[in-house]
């Protein structure tokens, strides 16, 4: 039985399926040009997202309130509000999150569209639930007036009259990500984490940190991470890696989910039904990629092997095998 692959490899295929997106398939579409794939992610995010924080709705929840403003469920007004936010803030950042050329000279991100993106996120739910003990000051887009205390892992933020110049200092830092001395998915969680431990808002900068992550991966042509709530323990412990130095088990997380979005949701969409792509943008819950390679090397599945030597198949191709998969080979 193979093992599970080492984080290089996990950084490779990742870094194989953004050149397969790029080269082959006209890389990353805006939202305005594919709304379904983007409307998928935005419902996926905003659950996910939320739900670490103890969000309480379900999926189908998230997506009638998206998509039709209607609060269905008997949910607490908060967990609605928190939703919503979370949306608001979300069809921003991938309506900013424009291709790495557009950025010529400028910044990758501004202290300006960071405290944008909490104020977008926060204040349906201030409206409802503003934090007990925050000032007229520390309202949604504005920095913390208020130290925090030490988290379990051991972290503590720093004092709140040092975050303006952190926050100028990590915007300015966050350049670098597009050379990065190391892998990339090391060098967004370096910068991901860097922005939590400065904890910068009174309230919101989980939230506020995965949609300023977000909006990094789509000026640099990658589709969101969406941290799965079924990750979040994984997620938590690779933080608190983070914070000692550790930056891999954070970073391979990051590449594991934007691949799995560019497989699941972009790829199958900008593909349609007869342009080939990798096996795994074909998989379903029911059709695993394994099986799909299986069926090709016996030729069940009508595909093609690259010089790469990975396997290429369609949706129109796949649909076909589906019809006659249970049939017995003559």
Known sequence: MAGRPSRAAVYQRLDDAVAELRDRLG??????????????I???EAHNSTAIEGNTLVLQEVERLLDEGRAVGSKPLRDYMEVQGYGDAAKWVYGEAIHPGDLAGGDLITLQEVRHIHHLCMTPVWTVAPHPHATDREGPGNFREHEIATFPGGMKPPTWPD???????WVTKVDDLRTPPTPLPEALAEAHNEFERIHPFLDGNGRTGR???NLLLGRLGYPPAIIFKRDRERYLLAMRKADQGEFGPLGELIARSVTANLYKFVMPAVAGPVKLVPLAALATPDLSENALRVAASRNRLQAVKGDDGHWRSSKKWVAEYRKTRHQRSK
């Not at 990353?28 to 709304?35: H, I, K, N, Q, S």
């Not at 975050?163 to 200092?169: V, Y």
């Open 27 to 40: 890389g990353l579409p805006a939202p305005a040009e594919a709304d379904d794939i983007w409307s998928d």
């Open 42 to 44: 935005w419902h996926h």
């Open 163 to 169: 975050i303006d110049a952190l926050m100028r200092t």
């Open 211 to 213: 949609l300023v992550l």
